[in-house]
């Protein structure tokens, strides 16, 4: 399994950084679109297997919609469309509400068993912003520098990648206490905080290497520590709706990872969040 994780890992990042980096940003929303509807449709599962084509339909109605509203032009500015900040609010507003939820269950489980139509607005709040963040990120000054939204992006998926590797040594090392076992009994405090502070020290380490002045610098530190819990967040919230579903993976597209969301469930929320967290410090 470990050496079929490697494999599928080693295909994956040059796919990835090539999507990022060298498709033209109309291509580049293709590629987000195609995984909004994996994951739309993997969602789909923790909702109600057999309607899980359903689910991603429905999605990707949406989506469409909102591109209507907004034009090209206005989504790919360094100042985001009053639409997409609308957005990205409302899926900053759910994963509020998703710790919430997270820190009661399973009590909570009531509230959304057997209401379908409430778990797939749940599904809504956690990928439609998702696709905007990477959509605004990437376009971050496209005007003036092409590959500066290509970095920004990178840069805080790296922070995710670096939280889930410096929490899963540091679980290793030290974790004694369950950080939420209802939900995910494998992960501990003392792990979360060792992808935190690794997190933080790329976060500082690219501050330093930019010579940005210091307001920019704590803006971009804070954002990027808040997007990390956040991941933690979104990692957990994912786990949760696989436990009520029963369920192990979100799917199997991955071999030896398992399903789109098994590999995106940190970004969507930390994505949106450092997004909006810049936004208001700024």
């Not at 050496?3 to 295909?11: F, M, S, V, Y």
């Not at 933690?232 to 030896?256: Q, T, W």
């Not at 995106?264 to 936004?279: C, G």
Request: charged letters at 15%; aromatic letters at 12%.
């Amino acid at each position: 399994m470990l050496k079929l994780r490697i494999i599928t890992a080693l295909c994956l990042i040059p796919l990835v950084l090539a999507a990022i980096f060298l498709l033209p940003l109309p291509f580049f929303s293709l590629f987000a679109g195609g995984v909004f509807l994996l994951a739309g449709r993997e969602w789909g599962r923790f909702i109600d297997p057999r309607k899980a084509n359903v689910v991603m339909v429905s999605l990707a109605l949406v989506l469409i919609g909102l591109m209507a509203m907004v034009p090209i032009d206005q989504v790919w500015r360094p100042d985001l469309n009053d639409t997409v900040a609308l957005v990205l609010g409302a899926g900053a507003a759910w994963w509020l509400i998703s710790l919430v939820l997270v820190l009661v269950y399973p009590r909570s489980a009531a509230f959304w068993q057997g209401r379908l139509w409430l778990k797939a607005l749940f599904a809504l709040f956690s990928l439609i912003p998702f696709f905007w963040a990477l959509l605004a990120l990437r376009s971050y000054e496209y005007e003036q520098n092409p590959f500066f939204g290509a970095w920004l992006l990178l840069f805080v998926m790296s922070l995710v990648w670096v939280a889930d590797t410096g929490a899963y040594f540091a679980g290793k090392a030290f974790g004694k206490h369950k950080l939420c076992p209802r939900v995910s009994p494998g992960k501990t405090i003392e792990g979360m905080i060792g992808g935190v502070v690794a997190a933080s020290l790329l976060a500082l380490v690219v501050t330093q290497t930019m010579a940005l002045p210091m307001q920019q610098s704590v803006v971009l530190l804070v954002a990027s520590v808040v997007a990390v819990f956040a991941s933690v967040l979104g990692d957990l919230v994912e786990s949760m709706f696989k436990r009520e579903a029963g369920i192990k993976d979100s799917g199997s597209i991955l071999p030896g990872h398992g399903g789109i969301m098994d590999r995106i469930d940190s970004l969507t929320a930390a994505l949106p969040v450092f997004i909006v967290v810049v936004r208001v410090l700024s």
